[in-house]
């Protein structure tokens, strides 16, 4: 009889000790999210050979991020990504960092922004059509786009 009552007094104990150790968990689930960093490129009008200004803003929920550790703009040109130029960003205030930019020939140009703040890193990257670009080149990329859109419905199945 006594095996029987130290059974249910150690089963008892544990299903606390479980009970417990849940409740932590999901508390530390669901207070310890920190809001994603969010960052917004911002292209002016672009004409190729003139200096222009390229922005980024960064931000937390609500709240302008000031902090980051690192931003940098990178650029390159559709198809050459092997010669992208690196450039590290400049805080301008009110979560704004920026950068003055040559944009040398007309083509298709990304911009990407490589944002480490606050433990996280975000790189979102933009698409932009400076001067005169030919209709193949156009074709190529509404193909390519096509392609990757494919590419990203077969994985999410």
Same mark, same amino acid.
């Given at each position: 009889?006594?095996? /029987?009552?130290?059974?249910?007094?150690?089963?008892? @104990?544990? $299903?606390?000790?479980? /009970? $417990?150790?849940? =409740?932590?968990?999901?508390?530390?689930?669901?207070?310890?999210? +920190? =809001?994603?960093? !969010?960052?917004?490129? @911002?292209? +002016?009008?672009?004409?190729?050979?003139? !200096?222009?200004?390229?922005?980024?803003?960064? *931000?937390?929920?609500?709240?302008?991020?000031?902090?980051?550790?690192?931003?940098?703009?990178?650029?390159?040109?559709?198809?050459?990504? %092997?010669?992208?130029? #690196?450039?590290?960003? !400049?805080?301008?205030?009110?979560?704004?960092? =920026?950068?003055?930019?040559?944009?040398? %020939?007309?083509?298709?140009?990304?911009? *990407?922004?490589?944002? *480490?703040?606050?433990?996280?890193?975000? #790189? +979102? *990257?933009?698409?932009?059509?400076?001067?005169?670009?030919?209709?193949?080149?156009? =074709?190529?990329?509404?193909?390519?786009? /096509?392609?990757?859109?494919?590419?990203?419905?077969?994985?999410?199945?």
């Amino acid at each position: 009889m006594k095996k /029987a009552s130290w059974s249910v007094v150690l089963l008892v @104990m544990v $299903c606390l000790l479980v /009970a $417990c150790g849940g =409740e932590e968990q999901e508390d530390v689930q669901n207070d310890g999210v +920190p =809001e994603v960093v !969010e960052v917004d490129i @911002m292209l +002016p009008e672009i004409t190729p050979g003139e !200096e222009v200004i390229l922005q980024t803003k960064v *931000t937390q929920g609500d709240e302008n991020v000031d902090d980051a550790d690192e931003v940098e703009f990178e650029v390159w040109e559709h198809g050459k990504k %092997d010669e992208s130029d #690196m450039i590290s960003g !400049e805080h301008q205030g009110d979560g704004v960092y =920026e950068i003055s930019y040559m944009f040398a %020939d007309d083509g298709i140009y990304n911009v *990407t922004s490589h944002v *480490t703040a606050r433990g996280m890193h975000v #790189m +979102p *990257t933009k698409q932009v059509i400076i001067g005169d670009v030919s209709e193949e080149e156009l =074709e190529q990329l509404e193909e390519e786009h /096509a392609h990757d859109e494919d590419n990203e419905h077969e994985h999410h199945h």
